[in-house]
């Protein structure tokens, strides 16, 4: 709703130039009130990772912006892709707790 997008964004602080974070999503200890929070900040890319293998498939879905990806994918993009990395210069990596390792 509305009340939670207007209270979740950091008040007066311009996005930094470039930014890699990583939230360590642990259940049960409120990570989805901190995904609102992460996502709900401007000028971020917001994205999940799911594992570490990076097929053709998962490449092609993170070209075409969709939030789920493997890290693998993400760093291949990162060290081969100058445009795509700057397109995408601060990012909000989601991890669920146990994984990876």
């Known amino acids: 709703d509305d009340w939670v997008n ?4 950091v008040p007066a602080y311009p996005p930094p130039a470039c930014s890699l974070s990583l939230f360590l999503h642990i259940p049960k200890t409120g990570g989805t009130s901190m995904r609102t929070f ?3 900040q401007p000028g971020f890319l917001y994205l999940f990772a799911m594992d ?5 498939a ?3 879905s993170l070209l075409r912006g969709e939030m789920r990806m ?4 993400l ?8 445009t795509w990395a700057a397109e995408h210069p601060r990012l909000l990596i989601e991890a669920h707790g146990g994984w990876p390792n």
Do not use: E, P, Y
Request: glycine content about 4%.
């Open 6 to 9: 207007d209270t979740c964004r």
């Open 38 to 40: 992460i996502n709900n």
């Open 52 to 56: 570490d293998s990076c097929t053709l």
């Open 58 to 60: 998962k490449r092609q």
């Open 70 to 73: 493997s890290w693998g994918c």
């Open 75 to 82: 760093l291949d993009m990162l060290r081969t892709n100058a």
